[in-house]
């Protein structure tokens, strides 16, 4: 059976009246029959069948023991941060999404959690990194927003071998790409706004783990800290999910015909995805993933803020806009928008330019979209030629 096939009728019927939908149980409580003596289910922020069943479901396409669903990204991932004591430090990924930087810095470093950023593209530099104190190593592949590739598997054996839990953020391929917990990861998470969803309708966030035992640890904090999904966003995201496989079908063919065009394109300086031949860690990409995703990161020669500016805002179907992962296409400038948190030199350090323009490729017909960045490209080119002549007929 294919696995299409398969997570299709992964999504339960009702079993009360048959309806081929989840029922939305949106309540807050439920009727005991006695004191502590319930169907399975007490108080929805402890645990709510609609929540339930899309937390199986992610679990069961991540290949995992056990999915916690959370009321955002970033509440997914500041329950993994809790696990870990004051004093502990983790390794994590230089190309980094600004939203965890922010939650590691802001946040957890004053109690007392250290945080080691490392190009973990190559797989020594995570070695290099670790300190007796690591307990936590943390990587996207491919990164936000240069689209790195770590190589899962090798940064696996040094985890275990170090004693150290892996976690590998999953978002950008999703679990029809990419199973992170059969590569050797210990946790995954997701930005459920994104891909999962794939509407840009809700914003939710999802913990998968590869024993019961990590499971129940997280599960504990999803309920004692209470940052939980509400039914309506779980019934949402399982709708997503629904046609997960068709979308990121989608995605990476589109993706991969606008990387090709916009590696031709005269104003652009390099192209970071990892579809493209030229990328560093092809190879690996190819090795642990079934495809590349559906995100495209590119600079200009002329590497200046003006310049990115200059492109996104000369978009039609490209909306200018924060996320990603939705089936309309967007368009977002790193350095003023999704990583405006991190401080220039880290930024630009790990590879996001001033002129670093962002893309999340959605459903329109490539073609399309193609055209819509060559009309905006060419612009840029026609204007900053139009002004070196008036600058030069003014000299």
């Known amino acids: 059976m294919s696995t299409a096939t398969q997570l299709i009728h992964s999504i339960p019927v009702d079993p009360l009246t048959g309806a081929i939908s989840v029922p939305i149980y949106q309540t807050s ?76 810095t802001a946040v957890y470093e004053k109690f007392g959690i250290k945080v080691h950023y490392t190009d973990a593209s190559n797989a020594e530099n995570v070695f290099n990194a670790i300190t007796p104190k690591t307990k936590l190593i943390w990587i996207e592949t ?24 892996l976690c590998v953020d999953n978002t950008f391929a999703s679990p029809v790409l990419q199973q992170p917990i059969l590569l050797g990861a210990d946790i995954i998470v997701h930005s459920a706004t994104k891909y999962l969803g794939g509407h840009s309708d809700l914003i939710a966030g999802v913990v998968v ?21 509400g039914p309506f966003d779980s019934w949402l995201v399982i709708r997503g999910i629904e046609t997960l496989h068709l979308r990121m079908k989608q ?25 493209l031949r030229t990328h560093t860690n092809h190879a690996i990409a190819k090795k642990q993933s079934k495809g590349h995703g559906g995100i495209i990161s590119f600079n200009l020669k002329e590497d200046t803020e003006n310049a990115a ?43 996001v330019s001033d002129s670093l323009i962002r893309l999340s490729i959605g459903l329109e017909d490539a073609e399309d979209l193609i055209n819509d960045l060559d009309h905006a ?8 030629l139009n002004q070196s002549k008036k600058t030069t007929i003014e000299a």
Do not use: W
């Open 251 to 275: 995605h990476c063919s589109s993706a991969q015909s606008i990387a090709e065009f916009l590696q031709n394109h005269p104003a652009v300086d390099k192209v970071f995805y990892p579809g």
């Open 142 to 165: 491919p990164t936000n927003p240069t689209l790195k590739i770590a190589d899962i598997t090798a940064i696996a054996k040094i985890a275990k071998a170090q004693n150290c839990l």
């Open 209 to 229: 783990t590869k024993t019961a035992e990590l499971g129940a640890k997280i599960k504990f904090l999803q309920n004692a800290c209470g940052a939980i999904l």
């Open 377 to 384: 490209l060419n612009l840029f080119q026609q204007n900053t």
């Open 309 to 351: 500016l200059a492109i996104v805002t000369n978009t039609k179907l490209f909306k200018l806009a924060e996320s990603l992962g939705g089936i309309k296409s967007l368009v977002a400038h790193p350095m003023n928008m999704t990583h405006k948190s991190i401080p220039a030199e880290k930024r630009k350090a790990a590879g």
């Open 29 to 104: 409580t439920f009727v005991q029959e006695a004191p502590g003596l319930n169907k399975g289910y007490d108080y929805s922020r402890t645990n709510n069948p609609t929540r339930e069943t899309l937390e199986k479901l992610v679990a069961q396409l991540e290949h995992g023991a056990t999915g916690i669903a959370f009321a955002s990204g970033l509440a997914a991932i500041d329950a993994i941060i809790k696990l870990l004591n004051a004093g502990d430090e983790i390794v994590a990924v230089d190309d980094i999404y600004g939203g965890a930087y922010r939650l590691f």
